[in-house]
Nanobody, 115 residues
Framework: QVQLVESGGGLVQPGGSLRLSCSAS????????MAWYRQAPGKQRELVAR???????NYAETVKGRFTISGDNAKNKVDLQMNSLKPEDTAVYYC?????????WGQGTQVTVSS
């Protein structure tokens, strides 16, 4: 049974930084890709950033230049460094992984950007 465990959310002032971490347990198969999504109240879940097993990355336009995704797909771990945070970044952030053709989601971690 694969489980994704996230950590690092919290409350931060505008312009501040947070680092989210996610680790997958229960699988010895390397993830094809790992990603972070987010969902704000009343909005659809959206992709924030993704990293593949080949270390290719892609980002939502709204976070380019501010967020950096990094990972160790061999260990099924992924981090999201978030800088210059804005109130509109407030959301629940979810870790996602594709392992052996299956999609897995974390339980979500709240990020709130407010003064």
């Amino acid at each position: 049974q694969v489980q994704l465990v996230e950590s690092g959310g919290g409350l931060v002032q505008p312009g501040g930084s947070l680092r989210l971490s996610c680790s997958a347990s229960g699988s010895i198969v390397r993830a094809v890709a790992m990603a972070w999504y987010r969902q704000a109240p009343g909005k659809q879940r959206e992709l924030v950033a993704r990293i593949t097993s080949g270390a290719s990355t892609n980002y939502a336009e709204t976070v380019k230049g501010r967020f950096t995704i990094s990972g160790d797909n061999a260990k099924n771990k992924v981090d999201l460094q978030m800088n210059s945070l804005k109130p509109e970044d407030t959301a629940v952030y979810y870790c996602h992984a594709i392992i052996h053709y299956q999609n897995y989601w974390g339980q979500g971690t709240q990020v709130t950007v407010s003064s």
